[in-house]
């Protein structure tokens, strides 16, 4: 004689839930904002370790770093930057602007000669040319060979939640 076992929905019933949770609008929004926030921060750490510091003679009365100190976010909540603030309060503090479904932070460095030297620029007498150093640029593609195995990574864990 065959004997059949009774059957526990309870768990199957917590899946539905968990998964109903995930198709939360909410929760969506907080993910992606976690992901931009994510990759803004590596961003970040790979263009402030490639902004060039300047060397200036001792007694000039002159300080370099201004350059690497003026990365931050344009909306962010303030202007100070990072390297003033921890780098997870600084992240945190981002504003995450929606444009439709694509989610923007912006990296910005208000330094009036950023562009210069990011790009390059001529010589003091024009007969030059002082080349770029492309640390927004590099920092950039190298983070587009990397960004899609953060967001696996960080899409797992979200939707691991769910089996838990």
């Not at 989610?103 to 950023?114: K, L, W």
């Not at 040319?129 to 190298?142: L, N, R, Y």
Request: include cysteine; glycine fraction near 12%.
């Amino acid at each position: 004689m065959a004997r059949m076992g009774g059957f526990d929905s309870s768990g199957l019933k917590q899946l539905q839930q968990n998964l109903n949770k995930l198709q939360d609008d909410a929760a969506i929004n907080a993910f992606c904002e976690a992901c931009a926030k994510e990759l803004a921060a590596r961003l970040l750490a790979k263009v402030i370790k490639r902004t060039p510091v300047g060397q200036y003679p001792k007694g000039s009365g002159k300080k370099g770093g201004t350059l690497r100190r003026g990365w931050t976010s344009k909306k962010g909540s303030g202007s100070e930057g990072l390297n003033t603030r921890g780098a997870t309060q600084f992240i945190e503090t981002l504003k995450v602007n929606h444009y439709g479904d694509t989610y923007v932070i912006e990296i910005v460095n208000p330094v009036e000669y950023a562009s210069y030297v990011e790009y390059g620029h001529r010589t003091a007498n024009h007969k030059g040319w002082v080349k770029g150093k492309f640390m927004m640029t590099i920092s950039e593609q190298e983070l587009q060979m990397i960004a899609p195995k953060i967001l696996e990574k960080k899409l797992m864990e979200f939707l691991g939640g769910a089996f838990q």
